[in-house]
């Protein structure tokens, strides 16, 4: 049987939201692009992720001509609470840094990157199979079985693994060096039908661990609650996961969440991990495929977009410019903001969570810590920057 070629500039292998965006990006400086998926974009757009934007990926949306949506109906968060020993403390961004963040879910900015490759006649090869990598060094070669059991190739001047947190792509890049670390707990999450309990999201640390009070809609809410890394969801009834979120909530000042039916519960892996270089010939790889951060503080989908942000800099100075060399930044350009969330992430995780076997002195010594971060402009402001992100 004949084997399909097509040739493109860059094969972009994964098509969530870093391997959408960097074709959009590639679009607008007029370089062509294919993106190749195993997911159907159904199932993409069913995956329900985190919900913060920093200021940078919402300007990244608006002004590359995405979409103006996320400043349409997305909603400005100006700062977040603190909770702790029950009390709430106000991290004030925009009086600390004069940045705000957006609650605008990664759904959402999957479905806007959609209809934009869409609306610019991208081409989009989502529900394919087999997808593999088979050269990266003279030339990018990919190959992937489409819908009709046919076996074709795409050969490209770079290819861009986009793949995810479970990348197949990362193993290409050699030598390589990974680093890890796994968490002994994971966030229980849930989508709940009630109306908001707070206009900002809530991080509360308490005696029997963490709690994450975020929203979606009007009657619909995303919240969190520290869980075993091996909790079955499923064997949690309502009444339990409300109690153990009330729990976790409560305060001298009678805070009670609003309740309502679970709509749906997921446990969610916790996992720090870093693989270097990002580039390996014409190989480079953006996101979860190169790093994934814990949940606490959103930065996974952020990192991603600015990665794809440097990235596409690169690849438009490599292909446009002829300035081969330019590929040769990307890992380093991309890996000093990669450490610095890392960092970020790790530590708003350790500064509120529970760890198993920990001792008195480590509960007192984590209540200090908040204490002096929410009682000096210092201490907050840098967890403002933080969140808010940091420029690029
Ligand atoms: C959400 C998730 C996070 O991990 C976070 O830090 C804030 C918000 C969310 O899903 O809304």
């Known amino acids: 049987m004949t084997q399909p070629t097509s040739r493109t500039r860059v094969a972009i292998v994964g098509g969530g939201p870093a391997g959408l965006m960097l074709s959009h990006l590639l679009h607008v400086a007029g370089i ?5 998926d195993t997911r159907t974009a159904e199932e993409i757009e069913a995956t329900h992720r985190a919900g913060i934007l920093e200021r940078d990926s919402v300007r990244l949306l608006a002004e590359s001509g995405v979409s103006g949506r996320v400043l349409a109906e997305g909603h400005e968060h100006q700062g977040i609470e603190l909770r702790f020993a029950g009390t709430s403390h106000r991290i004030d961004f925009q009086r600390l840094v004069g940045a705000s963040c957006w609650l605008y879910p990664q759904t959402e900015v999957f479905l806007d990157l959609h209809r934009a490759r869409v609306r610019d006649g991208g081409d989009l090869r989502y529900g394919v199979a087999s997808t593999e990598v088979i050269e990266v060094l ?19 001047d770079l290819v861009v693994g986009a793949d995810g947190s479970r990348s197949a792509t990362r193993a290409l890049v050699d030598p390589r060096r990974q680093y890890t670390r796994e968490y002994p707990f994971a966030w229980f999450g849930v989508l709940v039908e009630a109306p908001p309990s707070a206009p900002e999201l809530i991080y509360t640390r308490a005696p029997s661990g963490f709690a ?4 979606r ?4 809410q995303r919240m969190y609650f520290q869980c075993a890394p091996d909790e079955d969801a499923d064997a949690w009834s309502d009444d339990r996961i409300w109690s153990e979120l009330q729990t976790r909530l409560a305060g001298d000042d009678g805070f009670r969440l609003q309740e309502g039916p679970v709509l749906e519960r997921t446990v969610l892996p916790f996992r720090s991990f870093v693989q270097t270089p990002m580039r390996h010939g014409r190989l480079m790889l953006a996101g979860d495929a190169a790093h994934t951060v814990p949940p606490t503080g959103a930065k996974g989908l952020n990192l991603a977009l600015a990665d794809v942000r440097v990235l596409a800099e690169c690849v438009e100075r490599a292909l446009l410019r002829g300035d081969d060399a330019a590929l040769d930044t990307y890992t380093d350009r991309a890996v000093a903001r990669v450490w610095r969330a890392q960092h970020f992430s790790y530590w708003m995780t350790t500064m509120l969570h529970r760890l198993p076997g920990a001792t008195d002195f480590d509960e007192q010594r984590q209540l200090g810590e908040l204490t002096s971060l929410v009682s000096s402009e210092a201490g907050s402001t840098y967890l403002a920057e933080g ?6």
């Not at 969140?387 to 690029?392: E, F, H």
């Open 212 to 215: 994450l009070i975020s929203r």
């Open 32 to 36: 062509e692009s294919v993106v190749l």
């Open 138 to 156: 003279d030339r990018a070669r990919v190959r992937y079985t489409d819908l009709d059991g046919l076996r074709h190739e795409v050969v490209a």
């Open 387 to 392: 969140y808010t992100g940091w420029p690029q």
């Open 217 to 220: 809609t009007d009657t619909v």
